[in-house]
């Protein structure tokens, strides 16, 4: 399968956030890490496979360093689909404009 390029928007929370923060920060390359009301933001660019298979590599990384970390993500396609995920599970996949 060729590589994509997708956009992603996370909401991640821990029961441990120092932990966390460093595999954030390394996942954010050329992205943004902040914190708000209590959870980190991540927002950046990320070429892979499918959006299933790097919403699972980035929570199993978060996980690794602190098992109780919720990961809210969404997904955005070059070819105008969006992914949300809750964790591991795929909650809706929709259209949007791919601009």
């Not at 120092?18 to 660019?45: F, I, P």
């Not at 299933?52 to 602190?66: D, Y």
């Amino acid at each position: 399968m060729a590589k994509s390029w997708f956009r992603l928007i996370a909401r991640v929370s821990s029961s441990n956030p120092d932990a966390v923060r460093a595999v954030l920060r390394k996942m954010a390359k050329g992205g943004t890490v902040r914190e708000e009301k209590g959870e980190y933001v991540l927002e950046a660019d990320v070429e892979g496979d499918s959006a299933k298979e790097l919403n699972r590599s980035l929570l199993t990384a978060l996980r690794r360093v602190e098992k109780r970390t919720r990961l809210r993500a969404e997904w955005s396609s070059g070819g105008g689909t969006t992914e949300r995920y809750f964790d591991y599970v795929l909650k809706k996949q929709f259209k949007t404009d791919p601009s």
